[in-house]
């Protein structure tokens, strides 16, 4: 039944890849079948981290406009990588990852909220996957890191639609109504396909090492992230 299913999911992972197939690679002699499928769902949520930051700052233009002469592909420059800075962002006090959210919705956080949050998305998905972009046999990687991950991604939802200035204003656009009256949730839907993803490796994981995950309840009004 694992094999069926990790049949399935590579199936329909790579046909949201694209339609041109995948063409055999020497070096995928060297992995295991849950590698392969690893690779896929890393290839896929870091197009929807990318497809993400490009949304957000263009919904967000001033948050780019806070450093002056920033562009949206030296931004993706900055958080499209394994390699993070050893003691954080400078300009978000030297934090990454899990402990950069805060800053995104803190009312008194004067610099670009966008950078923050997507260097806290990316820092924390990179580590659900070792801050690695390919898997082989001796790789190992944890189904709960995975989890939880897709559960902060969860409270990072609930923040974007809640968290506002005191005149009401939301600390980040993101969903809304249109000129025409038509409803736009398409952040909320490339944040739910990326908890999916995470939900389904994090399961597949479980399945595969017989390892248990610890499922947690989490408010998302709270500003508490789990470690990753």
Not at 74 to 95: C, K, W, Y
Not at 169 to 185: K, R, S
Not at 195 to 216: E, F, G, H, P
């Given at each position: 039944m694992r094999f069926i299913l990790l049949a399935?999911?590579?199936f329909t992972l790579s046909a949201c890849a694209g339609k041109d197939g995948r063409p055999f690679d020497i070096k995928?002699?060297?992995k295991s079948d849950i590698d392969l499928v690893?690779?896929?769902h890393i290839e896929q949520i870091r197009k929807l981290t990318r497809?993400?930051?490009?949304?957000l700052y263009k919904r967000n233009p001033r948050e780019l406009k806070k450093n002056s002469g920033m562009t949206i592909d030296a931004r993706l420059s900055q958080l499209m990588t394994v390699?993070?800075?050893i003691n954080g962002f400078?300009?978000?006090g030297h934090l990454d990852g899990v402990e950069a959210l805060p800053l995104a919705f803190s009312k008194e956080f004067k610099g670009d909220r966008v950078f923050a949050l997507m260097a806290g998305i990316t820092g924390m998905l990179?580590?659900?996957?070792n801050n690695q972009l390919e898997y082989y046999l001796l790789d190992e990687i944890s189904q709960q890191k995975l989890y939880d991950s897709a559960r902060n991604l969860e409270t990072i939802t609930w923040q974007l639609n809640n968290r506002t200035y005191d005149n009401g204003e939301p600390l980040l656009f993101t969903n809304g109504i249109d000129e025409n009256g038509i409803p736009n949730y398409s952040y909320e839907r490339v944040?739910?396909?990326?908890i999916i993803v995470q939900d389904m490796m994090a399961i597949l994981v479980s399945d595969s090492t017989n390892r248990t995950i610890n499922k947690v309840v989490q408010s998302f009004a709270s500003m508490t992230f789990i470690p990753i």
């Amino acid at each position: 039944m694992r094999f069926i299913l990790l049949a399935f999911l590579i199936f329909t992972l790579s046909a949201c890849a694209g339609k041109d197939g995948r063409p055999f690679d020497i070096k995928n002699l060297a992995k295991s079948d849950i590698d392969l499928v690893t690779d896929i769902h890393i290839e896929q949520i870091r197009k929807l981290t990318r497809r993400l930051i490009v949304k957000l700052y263009k919904r967000n233009p001033r948050e780019l406009k806070k450093n002056s002469g920033m562009t949206i592909d030296a931004r993706l420059s900055q958080l499209m990588t394994v390699d993070r800075p050893i003691n954080g962002f400078l300009e978000l006090g030297h934090l990454d990852g899990v402990e950069a959210l805060p800053l995104a919705f803190s009312k008194e956080f004067k610099g670009d909220r966008v950078f923050a949050l997507m260097a806290g998305i990316t820092g924390m998905l990179s580590a659900s996957y070792n801050n690695q972009l390919e898997y082989y046999l001796l790789d190992e990687i944890s189904q709960q890191k995975l989890y939880d991950s897709a559960r902060n991604l969860e409270t990072i939802t609930w923040q974007l639609n809640n968290r506002t200035y005191d005149n009401g204003e939301p600390l980040l656009f993101t969903n809304g109504i249109d000129e025409n009256g038509i409803p736009n949730y398409s952040y909320e839907r490339v944040l739910g396909q990326m908890i999916i993803v995470q939900d389904m490796m994090a399961i597949l994981v479980s399945d595969s090492t017989n390892r248990t995950i610890n499922k947690v309840v989490q408010s998302f009004a709270s500003m508490t992230f789990i470690p990753i």
